[in-house]
């Protein structure tokens, strides 16, 4: 990434950073930018001006607005947002935080930042997080989320997912290129210097599940572009059999898997883990991201059960794949989705438990590409946070053979309840053959029983505890 002049035509891009002084607003134009355009240490007396340098970054020509710290600045700041926000230029907006702290002091200065760039630059905000290099093993998402009582998870779900890390001190430039994609001002084809992550992104598989009636057949013809799944217009309205799709979209290639619907009302945890796997066997050797389609209006009670029934089963490790996808998105009229969400509990938990992660689309607008490049962007987002890796069923459940999070909840686990019940329900019928049967028999019959019995019983305790362990709900 060579430097380009300070002056010329307009730029592809502005990018303006954001913050607190000391956050690392100069070290991430830095990086942006590939080279010492902005003067960055620590220093007691911060600088008052403003900033600008513009070089070439993956064969854009893009333009970095370095801010002082917004707290003492933040009239000065505010007239060059607004111009900004004016001007025909593209532009991104930057909120740089510290990772290694969130003090009141931060959050003041994180508040003034939004409150600067208003309601029309925020949905162009993102949150950049400083000092990646501290976080070693743990991922972003469980480093923001691990503390409840921080101030910190809530604001960062304002952001609906639009967040990033840097690390300064590698520099890399395969993180400036994972912004730029991840916030639209570069796409897949373009990033040839980064082949790995195109190569990994080329074939994204999805897999839809939700509901019967939910729209996951008009979503899955919306992404790939074409009507490759009929949709269901009988008054039953449930396949017995899922359907694969695929198609080039966006500079890559993404397979779909359109699932039957599903219902709650006699649907149990392990039917449903058992439909899984057969989905999963459509997109070897296993889907990058479950999307939950679920229609935006009232939920039946039976659809109320499959979401918690889905809440339940992708814990741990797999909810990392997981993402939101609302369908029929011009049925909320004026509202806003974030009060509907809160409005239904079961909603609220399933979003919660995809990491905020969701998305909302209107299949009647088949043509717009803008609603399916946003979505994808999402799908994008989650493979790169899980390092392009897919997931399979041994994701249901701890490495090493024990279930850390929630006893008896992994599929293995249930698979295996689930016939200790079958064989239990059957020696009960052999037990009205009692007097039928050797006393010795019956013996043996007794004690295997008693044994089964208090198997049962354990379980049931455990599945007890579980389900009253309470949920992370959604806060924003």
């Known amino acids: 990434m060579a430097p380009g002049p300070d002056s010329g035509p307009l730029p592809d891009l502005t990018v303006v950073l954001l913050g607190n002084s000391g956050v690392g607003k100069s070290a991430s134009g830095n990086t942006i930018l590939g080279h010492e355009a902005f003067e960055s240490k620590t220093s007691f007396n911060s600088g008052k001006e403003i900033s600008e340098k513009t070089g070439r970054v993956f064969g854009k020509r893009i333009s970095v607005i370095d801010t002082p710290g917004i707290l003492e600045s933040k009239d000065l700041i505010e007239a060059r947002c607004q111009d900004v926000l004016r001007s025909s230029t593209p532009h991104l907006f930057l909120l740089v935080v510290n990772l290694s702290r969130f003090t009141v002091e931060q959050k003041r200065a994180a508040e003034a930042a939004v409150a600067v760039v208003g309601v029309q ?57 994972d912004l730029l994609l991840k916030s639209g001002h570069l796409q897949i084809c373009e990033k040839t210097c980064s082949a790995g992550l195109r190569d990994e992104t080329r074939v994204r598989r999805i897999v839809l599940i939700g509901p019967a009636g939910g729209g996951k057949s008009s979503s899955g013809n919306s992404l790939l572009g074409s009507r490759q799944f009929d949709l269901d217009c009988d008054f039953n309205g449930i396949r017995r ?77 797999v909810s990392k794949h997981t993402v939101v996808l609302f369908t029929h998105g011009d049925a909320l009229g004026g509202l806003n989705l974030r009060d509907t969400i809160r409005s239904s509990s079961c909603v609220s938990k399933l979003v919660s438990r995809c990491g905020g992660r969701h998305c909302v689309i209107d299949n009647t607008r088949g043509g717009d590409g803008l609603q399916v490049r946003h979505f994808l962007r999402q799908v994008d987002d989650i493979i790169r946070d899980n390092g392009g890796r897919h997931c399979d069923s ?6 090493d053979g024990r279930n850390h999070g929630h006893p008896g909840q992994t599929i293995r686990n249930r698979l295996w309840i689930s016939g200790y019940v079958h064989m239990w329900m059957s020696l009960s019928s052999v037990w009205r053959l009692r007097p039928l049967i050797h006393p010795l028999k019956i013996y043996c019959l007794n004690q295997t029983l008693f044994y089964l019995f208090i198997t049962e019983q354990n379980l049931l305790n455990i599945k007890q505890r579980n389900s009253l362990k309470p949920e992370n709900d959604l806060k924003d």
């Open 121 to 177: 630059g925020f949905s162009r905000c993102y949150l950049l997080f400083t000092c990646g290099d501290t976080l070693n093993n743990t991922s972003l998402q469980e480093f923001i989320f691990q503390d409840s009582k921080s101030s910190l998870p809530e604001f960062v779900r304002t952001f609906s997912g639009r967040i990033h890390l840097f690390d300064n001190k590698d520099g890399g430039k395969e993180q400036v290129g």
């Open 241 to 317: 059999r899922h359907r694969r799709g695929s198609a080039e979209v966006e500079g890559g290639r993404i397979a779909v898997v359109d699932s039957t619907g599903l219902t709650g009302q006699s649907l149990t945890l392990d039917q449903l883990a058992r439909e899984i796997r057969t989905m999963m066997d459509l997109v070897d050797p296993g889907p990058h991201v479950f999307v939950f389609v679920v229609k935006v209006g009232r939920l039946s009670g039976d659809d109320s059960r499959l979401l918690g029934l889905l809440t339940r089963l992708f814990d741990g490790d």
């Open 394 to 399: 041994d994701d249901f459940s701890a490495p």
